[in-house]
């Protein structure tokens, strides 16, 4: 009888060990670990995006690819590092300090000699904690090897190496494992065998620990390393290799190749981004969690990578060069444009004289600024032409296209045709992916990590009072009426909805300032006076057009629009304060930026000097001109208050309001005597 409860009892506990065995530990991944390649430039080469890395890549036909930004707003390396550990970012500008303190080199520390002779500490990490702290937002550097058990390793070219660590540092400033690489430290690495040791020792942390950051020997050498642990992996082990940030101030697009995503390798995307070929450096420590079965932290703000479609490696570094381009390209095609209007307005008024050249030649302007956001897209579409080609096709483009437009439809009628042609090219391409807009010179600029698809904010206000322009032109000489009201502010849901839209625009304060504007054109195209009643709506209509947006952003965007990710998500007061704030510092660094303080005051002084001389404008071929005029100019003033990009959303609507001006101040002469005066106020 004893005998069969001693059996009993040890069965019960070779079933307790062998469960022990199969199921892990909670919080415990039952995932191969993941491993990080950094790929470093050689020593030799300027630091910039290597070419000879994407190739690298492409030539490991496992890999899916893509591009990823390493930053947000101005590049730092130390700061792409950073980004990564923490799986979310804001711009440098708001830490205090922006710069990012120095740490290192990786040491042991007081009892960690004794304890776990592998573990090292990064030293002065808790200045890059305190730096951190002072961001308007959650961030947590460290946070991606934090929430992995048992921490992450580094394997480098030499065990006190700092920098490259970053990635494996977690909260305290401790990387798990920091053993001497194969071939001793210092060891360039160029042997074939010791390629063979170094895949072979990174697999080995690998088992251990899960992720292992390793950094390989620059140029071909660590392609050569890169390939060996491709080749050593497990079936789904995940492999991401990334050109190390360089040393360099560039456009923060860099190459990155993963293996282990999905059975068929194709072109990186995710919901950061929503773009194919482009992914964010802040994905990188989702991706990892995810495929390590472990919760991703809410204060990660990142979206898991994904592989999708067909690989294509001849289309990164062209996709790279247009996105580098738009940035240097963007003023100096204004300014030609200024450039060739003048030159226009000197050779008719040369031809015809000054009489007979100014009205036309007002029109002529003021309707190309309208077809700017239309001639934009042709440029994108062709690729990446030269710069000259570039400012040829938007200067001559809109110019002509305003003198067509404005031969064939009447004065005022003509911003119809702008408005209609530009709102619906730009829909249809957010419709199609954003496509366009994403590589035209008023696009989002996703190269520098704020906004990777849909309208940006130089385009947002400019577009509302493009609306409203269409709109007038086409209730052009009709009375004040509840009807009338009533189409534009349907007119402007349209556009909120489209603008704001995850799936389109993906601008969340687009529904401040279309709502703002719409408002007040509608609410001056009613009967009767301004009443308390009326005051209250137009000042609630920011809110009730975000409510708005918020419904059809559940509705049409399955919760991973733009808004979904950035609002809806606020579940703390804490949270909603953290973006407002970040929000109004990065509203105020852009006034103080360059040139803008002299641009605003200028554009300030333009409202004003149009407000105090408005009779030049009379008689108005009916009242929803004003009312056009006046509420894009509160589109562009509700848009400097909400936007992160501040004064440029009034600077744009300015100009776009300037141009709508110069349209109707040129006024032809047989159209004077054809307008009625405006009746007067009672």
């Known amino acids: ?118 573990g090292r500490y990064l030293l002065d990490w808790q200045r890059v904690i305190d730096r951190a702290e002072s961001a308007p937002q959650t961030i947590e550097p460290g946070l991606l090897a934090e929430s992995i058990p048992g921490g992450a390793a580094f394997l480098g070219d030499s065990a006190g190496a700092a920098e490259e660590a970053i990635p494996a540092t977690d909260r305290s400033g401790r990387v798990a494992a920091a053993p001497v690489p194969a071939g001793g430290p210092g060891s360039s690495g160029v042997r074939s065998g010791l390629s063979l040791q170094r895949a072979r020792q990174v697999q080995t942390l690998a088992a251990k620990y899960g992720l292992v950051v390793f950094s390989a020997s620059p140029g071909r050498q660590g392609i050569g390393e890169l390939r060996r642990i491709v080749a050593l992996a497990a079936p789904d082990q995940l492999v991401i290799a990334v050109q190390t940030p360089p040393e360099a101030a560039i456009l923060p697009l860099l190459p990155i190749g993963i293996a282990g995503l999905s059975d068929k390798p194709g072109e990186l995307t995710s919901d950061t981004t929503n773009l194919p070929g482009l992914v964010a450096g802040i994905d990188i420590a989702p991706t990892v969690l995810e495929y ?32 580098d381009e738009l940035g240097p390209r ?96 730009i829909s249809v391409d957010l ?93 001056m195209m009613l009967p009767g006076r301004m009443s308390g009643k009326r005051i209250a709506i137009l000042v609630a209509s920011p809110l009730i057009g975000l409510a708005l947006l918020i419904g059809f952003d559940a509705l049409t965007a399955d919760g991973q629009g733009h808004l979904s990710n950035s609002v809806l998500t606020l579940d703390s007061p804490a949270a909603f304060l953290e973006t407002v704030e970040r929000r109004l510092t990065l509203a105020w660094q852009q006034l103080w930026r360059d040139a803008m303080p002299v641009i ?36 562009g003033l509700v848009g400097s208050l909400t936007e992160d990009s501040g004064p440029l959303l009034l600077v744009v609507a300015t100009v776009t309001l300037a141009g709508l001006c110069a349209y109707l101040l040129g006024r032809p002469a047989e159209a004077a005597s054809t307008v009625p005066a405006d009746p007067p106020s009672r």
């Open 292 to 323: 390590l079965d472990l919760d991703v932290p809410e204060e990660m703000k990142g979206q898991a990578m994904r592989s999708e479609g067909d690989r294509d490696p001849a289309a990164l570094t062209p996709f790279r060069e247009r996105l």
């Open 600 to 635: 605003t005051l200028t554009c300030l002084l333009a409202i004003a000097f149009a407000f105090r001389n408005r009779t030049m404008f009379e008689p108005f071929d009916g009242p929803i001109w004003p009312a056009a005029l006046i509420g894009g100019l509160v589109g």
């Open 330 to 425: 963007r003023n100096p095609a204004l300014a030609m444009f200024g450039l060739a209007w003048l030159s226009l307005f000197l050779a008719a008024g040369a031809i015809f004289g000054l009489n007979r050249a100014r009205f036309p030649v007002r029109r002529i302007g003021g309707l190309a600024i309208l077809w700017i956001p239309t001639v934009i897209l042709i440029p994108a579409a062709l690729g990446n032409p030269t710069r000259e080609v570039e400012f040829l096709i938007i200067a001559v483009g809109s110019l002509g296209l305003g003198w067509l437009t404005d031969r064939l439809l009447p004065w005022p009628r003509a911003p119809l045709a702008p408005a209609i042609v530009g709102l619906g090219a």
């Open 1 to 118: 009888m004893i005998d069969r409860y001693v059996v009993a009892i040890f069965a019960a506990i070779a079933t307790l060990a062998t469960l022990a065995l199969i199921v892990p530990a909670a919080g415990a991944s039952t995932r191969d670990g993941a491993i990080l390649v950094l790929l470093p430039q050689p020593e030799e080469a300027w630091p910039k995006y290597d070419e000879d890395i994407t190739d690298g890549l492409a030539s490991i036909p496992s890999l899916s690819l893509g591009l990823f930004s390493a930053t947000q707003g101005s590049y730092v390396r130390e700061q792409a590092l950073l980004d990564i550990s923490q799986g979310t970012r804001v711009s440098r500008s708001t830490y205090s300090p922006t710069y990012v303190p120095s740490v290192g080199p990786l040491v042991v520390v007081g009892e960690e000699a004794v304890s776990t002779p592998t």
């Open 431 to 523: 419709a199609l992916g954003s496509h366009l807009i994403t590589r035209s010179i008023l696009g989002p600029n996703p190269g520098y990590g704020s906004r990777f698809y849909g309208v940006g904010n130089e385009l947002k206000s400019g577009l509302m009072v493009l609306l409203l322009a269409g709109v007038a032109a086409a209730l052009t000489g009709q009375p004040k009426s509840r009807r009338n009201a009533l189409t534009v502010l349907v007119c402007g849901l349209i556009l909120g909805a489209i603008l704001g839209s995850g799936r389109l625009g993906a601008g969340v304060g687009a529904a401040f300032i279309v709502a703002g504007a719409s408002a007040v054109a509608a609410m």
